[in-house]
């Protein structure tokens, strides 16, 4: 059964940067896993951040950006603010589903 | 502005039936395909199913494959799942979400709407 790993928890400073990553169990992320990242935040639904491993939204604050990094894909925030705490995700695309990893708790202290 | 809205969930019995449905508005919504999603309590969100644009294309979860069926009708700009066979761990809520025009993308989601087996 494939796995997607994400970080459990992570804190970051205010005005820090902070990278999340998204592994899988298969092996390495590619771009062809067209991943996605997203923030959801207590009593709401998630909001989507970045698709296709790179691709902002027009609502995605220019602080977020998606890459690839070391075999995962990674999501990094640069200049942290109070309200980006958080829950997020990551989605990864195979060729016979998509899963979704089990998220990372963004504290901003 | 692209506005989701998710509704028909409810209390059901394990072994019942549900359907939900999904109103989009603010897109030519017969150009997107659609998604949903379903996030049990304390958990991350699952993915569930996908709908092509035309409706031709559909792709299922195994957890649900056999049991939910996914459909639209472009003509309302309605997005459904008809949800068989419930069972406990079916307790959710469950979000539409549209898709990005080019492929393997979500875009704006909807509010969500829950059902308890």
């Known amino acids: 059964q494939t796995v997607v790993t994400q970080e459990p928890s992570l804190t970051v400073s205010p005005g820090g940067t902070v990278t999340l990553t998204c592994g899988s169990s298969t092996g390495a992320v590619t771009s062809g896993y067209y991943s996605n990242w997203f923030q959801q935040k207590p009593g709401q639904a998630p909001r989507s951040l970045i698709y296709r491993t790179t691709n902002t939204h027009s609502w995605t604050p220019a602080r977020f950006s998606g890459s690839l990094l070391g075999g995962k894909a990674a999501l990094t925030l640069s200049g942290a603010q109070p309200e980006d705490e958080a829950d997020y995700y990551c989605?990864?695309?195979?060729?016979?589903?998509?899963?979704f990893g089990g998220g990372t708790k963004l504290t901003v202290l | 502005e692209v506005q989701l809205l998710e509704s028909g969930g409810d209390l059901v019995q394990p072994g019942g039936s549900l359907r939900l449905s999904c109103a989009a508005s603010?897109?030519?919504?017969?150009?997107?395909?659609m998604t949903w999603v379903r996030q049990a309590p304390g958990k991350g969100p699952e993915w569930l199913s996908a709908i092509s644009g035309d409706g031709i294309h559909i792709y299922y979860a195994d957890s649900v494959r056999g049991r939910f069926t996914v459909s639209r009708d472009n003509s309302k700009n309605t997005l459904f799942l008809q949800m068989n066979s419930l069972r406990g761990d079916d307790t959710a809520v469950y979000y539409c979400a549209q898709n990005t025009l080019v492929h393997y993308g979500l875009a704006v989601w909807g509010l969500g709407t829950t059902v308890t087996v």
């Open positions: 989605l990864l695309n195979y060729g016979d589903g998509v899963l």
């Open positions: 603010g897109f030519t919504f017969h150009s997107y395909a």
